[in-house]
């Protein structure tokens, strides 16, 4: 592993990298997949800098792998649910994912972690050990898979 492709805690200077990172990634491959304007719209909110920063404010538990090129990937959870998991599409299939999620379950005080996955990175969920925990559904215009990891 590279020096530079361990995680570290985002910062809140971090939120504009970050956006900048989810931003594209969301509207190249999940965005396609939402039916409904209203919830790409939501989600478009949900990654901008001004919200990212807010969570980060308000002690969303966040790492951040960073390269030569900027912001690689992004993880954040709000206590055992995980809300983002992102990495850019040139760093896939490079184990930051893995690392993202090692480093945003460390601490967790639950038995799992949950998510909601978008279509796109459903298939991804299950090889990193997830399993899907309802149906696929449509809440508010936004397309989720209810998923679950078992961490104990």
Do not use: C, K
């Not at 949900?46 to 792998?65: D, K, P, Y």
């Amino acid at each position: 592993m590279r020096a530079q492709d361990a995680p570290r805690p985002a910062r809140l200077a971090d939120a504009p990298a970050v956006s900048a990172l989810l931003g594209p990634l969301f509207e190249r491959h999940i965005a396609p997949t939402f039916p409904e304007e209203r919830g790409r719209a939501l989600f478009r909110a949900f990654v901008e800098a001004e919200a990212v920063a807010t969570r980060l404010s308000a002690g969303a538990v966040a790492f951040l792998i960073e390269d030569a090129s900027g912001a690689a990937a992004y993880g954040e959870r709000d206590g055992a649910h995980i809300r983002l998991l992102f990495v850019r599409d040139d760093r896939q299939g490079q184990g930051l994912s893995r690392r993202l999620l090692a480093a945003l379950i460390e601490g967790v005080d639950a038995t799992a972690v949950t998510l909601n996955a978008s279509d796109y990175a459903r298939p991804r969920y299950r090889r990193l050990g997830f399993v899907e925990t309802g149906p696929r559904g449509i809440e508010a215009g936004v397309v989720q898979t209810p998923m679950r990891l078992s961490i104990s």
